[in-house]
């Protein structure tokens, strides 16, 4: 271990915005100040003209998914190292319970796949699918001694649904924890409904795939949790928002116990790409809820600047072309999800700082402070005394063109093929160590710790 001395960079944390010199000792960030004159350092880096971030922290991924009989393309290996190289440092991805079988087996099954292969930093949220005795004791045995806080649900999906009733009793323990429960918003009632009417009616094809997510299904998920948040008074945080209409339920009840996420796919892109000629050119862009009208991105832009959206996670769970072709006679065998941890910090930086939908502070405060204080991830979040060294240096001037053929990703597509963005992760630095510099990845395999988080703080 090292000290490292970061010379004439612009520090950026959710609050402000300085020019000053960071000191790293070991694995910490040992003094931020004016101006540094260390000669113990083993390592000087130049930052002029880049600005400081503290690690982005993507709490919303999943490597190695199993969807639709078939697995997401980005291993934990594959997938951390596209997260480093876009400045991502942590990475939150979901265990998923399997109905009839133990939370605690899925702990241990997502540890299996990480340990040793993840770069990044890494945690788990658990994804609670059957709500029983036995679950609720291993909810509390994960909150205790595993330090997973966070425990997400769904209300649609056979394969993942619980009940309403079962929402409130696993929100109850959360609560008792100091944890939050975080929800799929889409409510399976309604997209039963409307996928069986598309079926029977013969319509297979994948632009029918966004009629069989109407926005009335979030909403209406939407006002179902968070009223059972209000009467449990457990914390809340809703996953994935993609819909105005969804944003302004939240609006009426926003409070300091409810946490609301969107991704940059719902704030970049459009159901116009559901008209595409190709069934490929369609079903790439086949995720869920789906993609929304161009009003509903402005109001989710709106949202993150008025600060009713605290977090910009990806939902990256990437599928190659092949994959996708095994819906190409049902659209709901397409497997769903984009891939997004790699350019999440350089698409939102240049997409919404420069074009002036969110400031440089919110820019950080969504893309790493608010996860790390929501998810209770002590040390990090921050550029800080005393905090983990996880540092993106960042040119603002520095062009990139995102290209399938290019990306680190481990998958043939993107939704963003051809789209050029101003401001460039130049160096990310994990702990103290030098993980990426100018693309290129200097940690080894299975660098990544895993983060025993703690209870919620606010
Ligand atoms: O289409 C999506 N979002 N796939 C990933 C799993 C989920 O529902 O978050
Ligand atoms: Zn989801
Ligand atoms: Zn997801």
Redesign the pocket.
Known sequence: MSKILIKNGVVVTNRATFKSDILINNEIIEAIEKKIINKDVECTVNAKGCYLFPGGIDV?T?ME?L?SETV?SDSFYSGSVAALCGGTTTIID?ANQEKGKSARDAFNLWMKKAKGECLTDFSFHVSITDVNEQTLKDVEYLFKEQGVTSFKT?LA?DAMKIPLKDLKILMKKVKQLGGIVSV?AEDGKMLEVAKDKLLNNGLLGPENHPFAHPVEAEVCAIEDIIKASKVTTCPLYI??LSSHKGLEAIRKEKSSIIHVETCPQYLLLDAGVYENDTFLDVAKY????PLRKNEDRKSLWKGLRDEYIDVVAT?H?PFNLSQRELGKDDFTKIP???PGVEERMELLFSEGVNKGRITLNQFVDMTSTMPAKIFGIPKKGELKVGAHADIVIFDPKKKGLLKAKKQITNCDNTPYEGLTLLGKVRTTILRGQIAVDKGKVLLNKGHGKYLKRKALSF
Do not use: A, E, K, T
């Open positions: 919303h999943h998914l969807v997401s979901f769904f999906y799929h996953v994935h086949i995720l869920s809820p939902d769970c769903n999800g984009l």
